[in-house]
């Protein structure tokens, strides 16, 4: 069974920091890109970030020089480290396995004051 449990979400003021994971079980995880998107209330889905089997990345250009995604595949998981959080970037995040419909249940982030 397919697994993806995001963690690490919160409320954090303007200007601070985050870095929420995804643990993946019950596929070769090595194998697997995995991506990571939000969705704020009254909107759609949109990529975040992607890192590819090998380590490869992609951010879109709102997150870029502020988030950061790695993967550790010794613990199955990946993580977004964000930075210089700002109010715009409140959403709930999700994680998925590339090339697959595998979601996990998703994460609150919350930037206010």
């Known amino acids: 069974q397919v697994r993806l449990v995001e963690s690490g979400g919160g409320l954090v003021q303007p200007g601070g920091s985050l870095r929420p994971s995804c643990a993946v079980s019950?596929?070769?995880?090595?194998?697997?890109?995995v991506s990571w998107y939000r969705q704020a209330p009254g909107k759609q889905r949109d990529l975040v970030a992607r890192?590819?089997?090998?380590?490869?990345?992609y951010y879109v250009d709102a997150v870029k020089g502020r988030f950061t995604i790695s993967r550790d595949n010794a613990a199955n998981t990946v993580y977004l480290k964000m930075d210089t959080l700002k109010p715009e970037d409140t959403a709930v995040y999700y994680c998925?396995?590339?090339?697959?419909?595998?979601w996990g249940q998703g994460t609150q982030v919350t930037v206010s004051s």
């Open positions: 998925k396995l590339d090339g697959s419909n595998y």
């Open positions: 019950g596929v070769q995880f090595n194998i697997y890109g």
């Open positions: 890192i590819s089997s090998g380590g490869s990345t």
